[in-house]
């Protein structure tokens, strides 16, 4: 049976020093732990409301803390932090990063703002009226240091506590995104405050375009990274019973970065179910505005955007009222347009959402190169796969794009169990990881490779080193009208599959993206010459210019029937088949294997990507 496994001829070598800039262990660091935020939650909707104020003003905190080098380190996510905990462990265990930190436990609030709150220059206040106003909140804290409030005069309130009690730090309110009298500065009406502009006729919208003059176009804001989290609507519709997917927690890594962060629907022909008063397509033109704004600052060069479409309350069919598009059509809709601007995703999906920390693993040292294993066409031959005349050996080729890997908060969160399977190195797996994640999670990044396999290989996902629809690079480009993005992109990708041995792209996500032109396949053979998965290609399967292999990708999911898809291949031919997975575990992938080698009657060979692509290209 064993023998029906592709085996790796040699083990991945890891190389020397530091690439990025490289920071030391910090000597010390402050331990805290949130998970008193959830654990308090009592049903009550004024309980989901304290705890969002007091974790964005945490997470702000530890934004601007750790920018010099990590001083603050949260446990929050899992069952009493656990999965903070994993991370933690493997950053202090022997010869990791931070094995010689010394780490000090903060046992409340107060200590946390007794030891770090002079970071803060003041409070930016924002209304609760305007739930946009939270996310501009955040955009202020990190260009200004300034602590994000909510404006509530109660004597329970976060507000009242920091700003109003006289027996509390009497914190000095900086910036107000509403007016002193409480009533809101952001009403749809007249000008945009502060400008000549009229305004859209939406508050929320006025709020945005009013950020987006005063932080994004004087490029106070960060040109390398954005922001897309849902804003203060969370807290007042989301279920009062849990703080999951508010994606609140996110936000330190884009306050560290002074990043510009937003929430808008990316449709056309819909209002939104926050703002339902607005003309239709009114969030989508000034999602645009914004993303052009940026695309200027950054002068076109490719911007990582974290979060992603918040389907679950906002803009699909799935969150109601005026939604009319599906949860998968408005993901692809929003890589569109996003994609049209030289901006890329870090696809926080809702699901594994939230992640706490990036700040802190965003600084881990990253190694110059990690060198991967790759069977060559020799190592095939010794294998028995090719023989001496280069000729294919009759069989089915199986692969399996192990995904999906787009999002650094996923990883951070299903790692600690798919990682750490016992199955994991009983059979090849060609993991389908993002390069650019390491910009959130270098420790991740470093911590897979360094604990890697023989049977563990690494390809990019969707669609290289970021998700995006690559035909809406190349000109013309319908929502934008921007020059070709193409060189681009491939500068970036080959940046970041340079530092990880990647030259292959397992999945290209098209979309609603118009399918990609020979500009761009020239591109990817470039980048990916050893193969790519995906959806809109030339044919089934092939060898674009006699250079790079593609297969089409068929689905994979725990209701698949083994025997049906083995009875559907013809055993008595030569068959190339790509399918996917999501999240599955090795043992899961192992069971699958073997039973597909059962209803194969053994007449197949599983194999990871490189030398799936590389047998497809032989043949």
């Not at 920071?23 to 008193?36: G, H, I, Q, V």
């Not at 009493?80 to 990791?96: E, P, S, Y």
């Not at 924002?126 to 005069?153: F, H, K, M, Q, W």
Request: proline residues 5%.
């Amino acid at each position: 049976m064993k023998t029906l496994f592709l085996t790796i001829l040699a083990a991945a070598v890891l190389a020397g020093s530091c690439v990025l800039p490289a920071r030391c262990a910090p000597a010390k660091m402050d331990l805290f732990d949130l998970t008193y935020l959830s654990k308090s939650l009592d049903g009550s909707r004024e309980e989901l409301i304290r705890s969002w104020d007091e974790m964005h003003f945490l997470v702000a905190l530890q934004g601007i803390a750790n920018r010099g080098e990590p001083r603050l380190y949260y446990l929050y996510k899992g069952e009493d932090g656990k999965t903070d905990k994993f991370w933690l462990d493997r950053m202090k265990a022997q010869d990791a990063w931070l094995e010689k930190t010394r780490f000090t436990t903060l046992v409340s609030f107060t200590d946390v703002y007794r030891k770090y709150g002079s970071l803060f220059k003041g409070v930016v206040l924002y209304d609760p009226n305007v739930p946009a106003t939270s996310c501009i909140a955040s955009t202020i804290a990190g260009v200004e240091d300034l602590a994000p409030v909510r404006y509530d005069p109660s004597e329970d309130s976060l507000y009242y506590r920091l700003v109003l009690n006289p027996k509390g730090p009497k914190m000095k309110v900086k910036k107000r995104l509403l007016n002193e009298d409480g009533t809101s500065m952001f009403t749809g009406k007249g000008k945009i405050p502060g400008t000549d502009r009229d305004s859209t006729g939406s508050a929320k919208c006025d709020a945005y375009i009013w950020a987006k003059i005063n932080y994004l176009d004087k490029g106070l804001c960060s040109k390398e990274f954005m922001g897309y989290y849902i804003d203060y609507w969370f807290a007042l519709h989301a279920d009062p019973n849990s703080l999951n997917l508010a994606t609140l927690v996110n936000q330190d890594f884009q306050i560290m970065h002074k990043a510009f962060v937003f929430d808008l629907g990316p449709w056309d022909d819909e209002a939104v179910i926050d703002d339902p008063g607005q003309k239709k397509g009114l969030d989508m033109e000034t999602f645009k505005e914004i993303l052009l704004s940026q695309y200027t600052q950054a002068k076109g060069e490719m911007v990582q955007i974290s979060g992603f479409t918040p389907w679950n309350m906002k803009y699909t069919k799935t969150a109601g009222a005026m939604g009319q598009h599906g949860d998968v059509d408005t993901e692809w809709r929003h890589a569109e347009l996003l994609s049209n601007y030289n901006c890329y995703m870090d696809a926080d999906a809702i699901g594994a959402s939230d992640m706490t920390n990036a700040s802190v693993y965003s600084q881990c040292p990253l190694e110059k190169k990690y060198p991967q294993h790759k069977n060559s066409i020799e190592d095939l031959q010794k294998l028995g796969y090719i023989d001496s005349q280069g000729r294919v050996k009759k069989t089915t080729y199986l692969c399996v794009y192990v995904g999906d890997y787009d999002s650094a908060a996923w990883l951070y969160q299903n790692m600690p169990s798919i990682w750490e399977d016992p199955a994991r190195g009983q059979v090849p797996i060609g993991w389908a990881i993002n390069p650019n994640l390491s910009l959130r999670f270098a420790f991740g990044m470093d911590y897979f490779r360094k604990t890697a396999t023989e049977n563990d290989t690494f390809v990019a996902g969707d669609n290289g080193a970021g998700y995006l629809n690559p035909g809406s690079l190349a000109e013309p480009r319908r929502f934008s009208g921007l020059p070709s993005g193409v060189e681009k992109w491939r500068d970036h990708c080959k940046k970041w599959f340079d530092i990880f041995d990647i030259s292959c792209v397992g999945f290209v996500i098209d979309g609603f993206a118009p399918k990609m032109t020979d500009e761009l396949f020239d591109v990817y053979a470039e980048i990916a010459p050893d193969g790519i998965g995906g959806q809109k290609l030339p044919s089934s399967e092939g060898v674009w210019k006699h250079r790079m292999p593609y297969r089409v990708m068929g689905g994979l999911d725990k209701s698949t029937s083994v025997p049906e898809l083995a009875a559907k291949i013809d055993k008595n031919k030569t068959n190339f088949v790509l399918l996917r997975n999501i999240l599955w575990k090795p043992s899961e992938q192992r069971d699958f294997y073997l039973e597909f080698l059962k209803n194969m009657r053994e007449q197949a060979v599983i194999m990871e990507p490189y030398s799936f692509f590389r047998i497809m290209k032989q043949y």
